[in-house]
Nanobody, 115 residues
Framework: QVQFVESGGGLVQPGGSLRLSCAGF????????MGWYRQAPGKQRDLVAS???????NYADSVKGRFTISRDNAKNTVNLQMSSLKPEDTAVYYC?????????WGQGTQVTVSS
């Protein structure tokens, strides 16, 4: 299966935290950069965080200081730690290389922030 597999989503109250995980179908470090993306209903899919092979990170302004992207080489995963969640963070979250390959999109994982 040539797709990334996302997990860890769920329903959380505003101000809460979630940790998303993305499993690679091949060695994550073989990609020059990985990213987490999200798509809210009726909106385009946007990049929220990226991580280069060398460890450099970049974040969308809307999530800076709240989200942290990381890589676990032993588990071959890319993770997204999300804290201080807001209702506007509600979306389906996907991982892919950065820039994304249309062939690698997985099913995503739903994150819903609501009281």
């Amino acid at each position: 299966q040539v797709q990334f597999v996302e997990s860890g989503g769920g329903l959380v109250q505003p101000g809460g935290s979630l940790r998303l995980s993305c499993a690679g179908f091949k060695t994550i470090r073989s990609f020059s950069a990985m990213g987490w993306y999200r798509q809210a209903p009726g909106k385009q899919r946007d990049l929220v965080a990226s991580l280069t092979r060398g460890g450099s990170t970049n974040y969308a302004d809307s999530v800076k200081g709240r989200f942290t992207i990381s890589r676990d080489n032993a588990k071959n995963t890319v993770n997204l730690q999300m804290s201080s969640l807001k209702p506007e963070d509600t979306a389906v979250y996907y991982c892919n290389e950065s820039p994304p390959s249309r062939n690698y999109w997985g099913q995503g994982t739903q994150v819903t922030v609501s009281s």
